[in-house]
């Protein structure tokens, strides 16, 4: 958040309407995705190069969700989650969202919507979007099943009016 550093009386700078982020990222899957659906934990980190923020120009990205998920879903898994945003200046913050999966032609998707709930840009409501390839069917059908992938995300800070 910027403020001005004149004289006394001065007016302070208006916080950013929005702020864009994108990234590449990997995600990881406890345990590795199978042919099968099964209670997996989903975790990413990932640097984020962010516009519109003013001195905020990246994010240190870390999230960690559980949801039943596998190669071949037989539905949209959804679950609540916490999602952690270290910026390079200001108070770091922590979002948080609900999150959706979904599998438009194979590829996967990840969509949360949350609020910041603390530290800078606290109100902001938060929109992240993952893309990532179809999983490996025959990598699913091992044992040990995929255990990551790589993708790009982009989240999107709003301030609300």
Not at 19 to 42: D, F, M, R, V
Not at 55 to 79: H, I, K, Q, R, W
């Amino acid at each position: 958040m910027a403020t001005s550093t004149t004289s006394a009386g001065a007016d302070q700078a208006a916080d950013p309407l929005l702020i864009n982020c994108t990234a590449s990222a990997t995600q990881y899957y406890t345990p590795g995705l199978t042919l099968l659906e099964k209670p997996t934990n989903i975790t990413a980190s990932a640097t984020y190069s962010c516009t519109g923020g003013g001195s905020v120009t990246s994010a240190e990205l870390s999230f960690d969700y559980t949801v039943n998920a596998g190669c071949l879903p037989t539905a949209s898994p959804v679950t609540t989650g916490i999602t952690r945003l270290d910026w390079n200046n200001g108070p770091d913050s922590e979002i948080t969202s609900t999150f959706v999966i979904t599998r438009p032609v194979g590829q996967t998707v990840g969509t949360t919507i949350g609020t910041v709930t603390s530290g800078q840009f606290s109100g902001y409501i938060a929109n992240q979007t993952g893309v990532y390839p179809a999983p490996d069917l025959l990598a699913c059908a091992t044992p040990g099943g995929v255990t990551s992938s790589q993708g790009t995300l982009v989240l999107t800070l709003t301030q609300p009016f």
